[in-house]
């Protein structure tokens, strides 16, 4: 007999006067999962989240946690426990002190909480630190205490909602490891809200994209990167070039014209059912620069940046120089320098074909 996801979402709208925040959104969280929803700011994910926690109520639509209507349960009655941006520490309370804050409004005895609070500061690489002053701390380790008190109460799914987003790039990365490595050991269900596409991809198991209100896409981080489902997913989820053009001969195999480039043309070995106009999303490691006369087209690199482990360069077809390419290049033994002129070739695993 199958399982009910941990948490849904049904069909969920939540209207704040004229303005419609989420959009009929169907979402299912399962047990154990490291669920990420993802999107620009202003796009409704963290009323989804708020919806989930109790404290916004769907205008349509309902809210279930492991099968059952929660929609109308508060907040302190659900099996939740949130992670802010703004970790909101309470400064006049030591490390041992805001973590049990919980427990002891739960009516958890003394002793127990000692030894909770000891073992979650041991989870989160902290031992010890029971009477040290949160404000102390460094950023990264005020983000523990934060992780160990919203965990210590053994809630069903902890919400995030970009608690990462003030750290440095380093501290982030770092973090981003620290939190994988907690939610296995914890073996807990984890739904965050961020606009970052890096911490998405790293973290989760699955992942949704959202956009105005609407949920554009959900999979796992590479059926996402692989295969978007919308030009706006494609731009999202990683770097893209976005190209216009024109599909034909899609029986024999696609032939496609892409515009602004003097006309050269690209053909597919599989046929694709899209004919007529069309978006190309191609990924920047899916395009070949070369010194000789072999691809698509001549083009001149008019910039290029060295990003440590690879070059990234900038593009131009020498026969229209408004129409520009990105292109990632890795482990490349030739380097091109500005001016220089290429042939620009396209791997079509890295391409897809939208209407």
């Given at each position: 007999?199958?399982?009910?996801?941990?948490?849904?979402?049904?069909?969920?709208?939540?209207?704040?006067?004229?303005?419609?925040?989420?959009?009929?959104?169907?979402?299912?969280?399962?047990?154990?999962?490291?669920?990420s929803l993802l999107g620009p700011s202003g796009c409704g994910k963290t009323t989804c989240l708020r919806m989930i926690s109790g404290f916004e109520r769907p205008t349509e639509g309902e809210v279930l946690f492991e099968g059952t209507d929660v929609t109308d349960v508060p907040p302190n009655r659900r099996d939740t426990n949130m992670v802010f941006q703004h970790l909101s520490l309470f400064p006049h309370m030591t490390v041992g002190?805001?973590?049990?804050?919980?427990?002891?409004?739960s009516g958890v005895p003394d002793e127990e909480c000692a030894e909770r609070v000891s073992t979650y500061l041991d989870l989160v690489d902290l031992p010890g630190a029971e009477d040290r002053d949160p404000t102390a701390l460094s950023g990264g380790q005020q983000q523990r205490v934060a992780l160990a008190r919203s965990l210590v109460n053994k809630p069903s799914v902890l919400l995030l909602d970009e608690p990462l987003s003030g750290l440095d790039r380093k501290l982030r990365q770092h973090m981003q490891i620290e939190l994988a490595k907690i939610q296995r050991e914890v073996e807990?269900?984890?739904?965050?809200?961020?606009?970052?596409q890096e911490v998405a991809m790293t973290l989760s198991d699955r992942l949704a994209i959202m956009r105005e209100g609407e949920i554009e896409q959900v999979g796992?981080?590479?059926?996402?990167?692989?295969?978007?489902?919308?030009?706006?997913?494609?731009?999202?989820?990683?770097?893209?070039?976005?190209?216009?053009?024109?599909a034909t001969d899609v029986a024999e195999g696609t032939r496609i014209e892409l515009e602004g480039a003097g006309g050269p043309v690209w053909t597919t070995t599989t046929r694709s059912d899209v004919e007529g106009d069309v978006t190309l999303s191609v990924r920047p490691e899916s395009v070949r620069l070369d010194a000789g006369?072999?691809?698509?087209?001549?083009?001149?690199?008019?910039?290029?940046?060295?990003?440590?482990?690879?070059?990234?360069?900038?593009?131009?077809?020498?026969?229209?120089?408004?129409?520009?390419?990105?292109?990632?290049?890795?482990?490349?033994?030739?380097?091109?320098?500005?001016?220089?002129?290429?042939?620009?070739?396209?791997?079509?695993?890295?391409?897809?074909?939208?209407?």
């Open positions: 007999m199958a399982t009910s996801p941990l948490v849904e979402l049904n069909s969920v709208r939540k209207e704040f006067d004229s303005l419609v925040a989420v959009d009929g959104v169907d979402l299912q969280i399962q047990s154990g999962e490291f669920f002190e805001n973590i049990q804050y919980g427990l002891k409004k807990g269900s984890f739904f965050y809200v961020t606009h970052d796992t981080p590479e059926d996402v990167y692989h295969n978007p489902a919308s030009p706006f997913v494609a731009d999202f989820i990683g770097d893209t070039n976005l190209l216009a053009g024109e006369e072999t691809g698509l087209f001549e083009a001149e690199v008019v910039d290029r940046f060295f990003q440590g482990d690879h070059v990234e360069y900038m593009v131009s077809p020498t026969t229209d120089p408004n129409f520009e390419l990105d292109v990632t290049a890795y482990d490349t033994e030739e380097t091109y320098e500005e001016g220089k002129t290429v042939s620009v070739s396209i791997d079509e695993s890295g391409v897809t074909i939208f209407e």
